[in-house]
């Protein structure tokens, strides 16, 4: 069965650090994996997008990292700030030519950052 | 910067009932989607559209839902009769191309309550 799983669930940090958020799926075959983020009551937004051949995509403070063996991805955020309080949503593509852009989403993890 | 728009943002509705949502996509792209979130849960593949028909529909897309571009710009999503399990966030995505690695972008979403 295809499925995304995130952890953690939910993460609190304070303005300035860094943090990491974990995402394993078993989407197969795998085409892509998206990192969005979703602030509250609004659509999600793509943050990276990394295909099978990518190990790491950046965009400014955000790092994505991607592992195709061992079926994970992380999302690394620097110097953290207010602004980057919301969900991050890790969302994967398998590689069906039937599938036409359809995604599979994982929970998501809520992060709130603190003055 | 182009977006995605939805209306309504918040819709209540009587069990029975039947709700259209709106979407109106952005205007070069040809592929429209449909995704529903449930409070609390994963966001959910619901249907894909392009060149005037259905390309995929989940398991949720029963034959209570139904898709249609009513003219060039808007992209609805139709409810006959509204269950109270049909309460959720109802985003509709477009994207320029229909491969897995095109983008696709999110509009800020329908609240929809069933009462």
Same mark, same amino acid.
């Given at each position: 069965?295809?499925?995304?799983?995130?952890?953690?669930?939910?993460?609190?940090?304070?303005?300035?650090?860094?943090?990491?958020?974990?995402?394993?799926?078993?989407?197969?075959?795998?085409?892509?994996?998206?990192?969005?983020?979703?602030?509250? #009551?609004?659509?999600?937004?793509s943050l990276?997008?990394?295909?099978?051949?990518?190990?790491?995509?950046?965009? #400014?403070?955000?790092?994505?990292?991607?592992d195709?063996?061992?079926?994970?991805?992380?999302?690394?955020?620097?110097?953290?700030?207010?602004?980057?309080?919301?969900?991050?949503?890790?969302?994967?593509?398998a590689?069906?030519?039937?599938?036409? #852009?359809?995604?599979?989403?994982?929970? #998501?993890?809520?992060?709130?950052?603190?003055? | 910067?182009?977006?995605?728009?939805?209306?309504?943002?918040?819709?209540?509705?009587?069990?029975?009932?039947?709700?259209?949502l709106?979407?109106?996509?952005?205007s070069?792209?040809?592929?429209?989607?449909?995704?529903?979130?449930?409070?609390?849960?994963?966001?959910?593949?619901?249907?894909?559209?392009?060149?005037?028909?259905?390309s995929?529909?989940s398991?949720?897309?029963?034959?209570?839902?139904?898709?249609?571009?009513?003219?060039?710009?808007n992209?609805?999503?139709?409810?006959?009769?509204?269950?109270?399990?049909?309460?959720?966030?109802?985003?509709?995505?477009?994207?320029?191309?229909?491969?897995?690695?095109?983008?696709?972008?999110?509009?800020?979403?329908?609240?929809?309550?069933?009462l």
């Amino acid at each position: 069965k295809n499925q995304v799983e995130q952890s953690p669930q939910s993460l609190i940090i304070l303005e300035g650090k860094n943090c990491t958020l974990q995402c394993n799926y078993t989407v197969s075959p795998f085409s892509n994996l998206r990192w969005y983020k979703q602030d509250t #009551g609004r659509g999600p937004v793509s943050l990276t997008i990394m295909t099978f051949s990518e190990n790491t995509k950046s965009n #400014g403070r955000y790092t994505a990292t991607l592992d195709a063996d061992t079926k994970q991805s992380s999302l690394h955020i620097t110097a953290s700030q207010l602004s980057d309080s919301a969900s991050y949503i890790c969302v994967v593509s398998a590689d069906w030519s039937s599938t036409l #852009g359809r995604l599979y989403f994982g929970r #998501g993890t809520q992060l709130t950052v603190w003055p | 910067e182009p977006e995605v728009t939805q209306t309504p943002s918040h819709q209540v509705t009587q069990m029975g009932q039947e709700v259209i949502l709106r979407c109106v996509p952005i205007s070069n792209h040809l592929y429209f989607y449909w995704y529903r979130q449930i409070l609390g849960q994963k966001v959910e593949f619901l249907v894909s559209f392009y060149n005037n028909e259905i390309s995929e529909k989940s398991e949720i897309f029963d034959d209570q839902f139904s898709v249609e571009r009513p003219d060039g710009s808007n992209f609805t999503l139709k409810i006959r009769s509204t269950k109270l399990e049909d309460s959720a966030m109802y985003f509709c995505a477009s994207s320029d191309g229909g491969s897995s690695t095109d983008t696709q972008y999110f509009g800020p979403g329908t609240r929809l309550t069933v009462l």
